[in-house]
């Protein structure tokens, strides 16, 4: 059974401050996303990581895949109140199966 | 800018009941998926259709069917439910790289 531990499960967190979610799995994976979940929606994908040791920006963001593909991070800077959400990381294998994270609940206070 | 729609919203079931919820997406999307979330158990896939006229069991298909009705849209029934159901529910689809999954907005189902 592939596993994809993600951690923190919960975190809340100043405004400003800078906050890292993980992503780990003893599976190797041909690519990983990151989907950001606002309450009452579905998610939404942020970004997909392809090659292992890859590193992509999104303003504030930052994700990285492992060099083995078998772990990425999600860095955030400078946290603002609009990055509260669920992050959920998922691991993509074989004909496009996708392994889900739990999710990180993120709670950005003012 | 519809892209995936599912109903009902919200949803309270008794034992026993039986329902369908609809997924329609308006993306060309070869691919369409249900899952349910749960509070610390992230997606679990119920069931996906890769393309039009088949459909494959995921983690978690007990107690549920599946209906691709054409390439657009993809029900989930429920045929006697039980509180175990309860949960959101999500549809799902992607396009034909299957990079990026597209979400409804979730359909809360409470069966008490």
């Known amino acids: 059974t592939q596993l994809l531990e993600q951690s923190p499960q919960f975190l809340s967190i100043q405004e400003g401050e800078n906050l890292t979610v993980y992503c780990n799995s003893s599976?190797?994976?041909?690519?990983l996303q990151w989907y950001r979940q606002e309450p009452g929606e579905g998610p939404v994908l942020l970004v997909t990581v392809v090659t292992g040791g890859e590193v992509k920006k999104l303003k504030r963001l930052t994700f990285q895949f492992g060099d083995a593909r078998k772990d990425s991070s999600l860095h955030i800077t400078a946290a603002q109140p609009g990055d509260t959400g669920l992050y959920l990381c998922a691991g993509v294998w074989g004909n496009y199966q996708l392994i889900w994270g739990a999710g990180t609940k993120l709670i950005i206070k003012p | 800018n519809a892209g995936v729609t599912q109903t009902p919203k919200f949803q309270v079931l008794k034992t026993g009941q039986s329902m369908t919820l609809q997924c329609a997406q308006d993306?060309?999307?070869?691919?369409m998926y249900w899952y349910r979330q749960d509070p610390g158990m992230g997606l679990r896939l119920i069931y996906y259709?890769?393309?039009?006229?088949?459909?494959d069991k995921g983690e978690v298909p007990n107690g549920y069917n599946v209906s691709r009705l054409n390439k657009r849209e993809f029900s989930l029934r429920l045929e006697s439910a039980a509180p175990s159901q309860t949960s959101v529910y999500f549809c799902?689809?992607?396009?034909?790289?299957?990079?990026?999954?597209?979400f409804g907005e979730g359909s809360w189902l409470t069966v008490v």
């Open positions: 599976s190797v994976f041909s690519s």
């Open positions: 799902a689809s992607s396009g034909q790289s299957g990079n990026t999954i597209y």
């Open positions: 259709s890769a393309s039009e006229g088949t459909t």
């Open positions: 993306m060309n999307h070869n691919s």
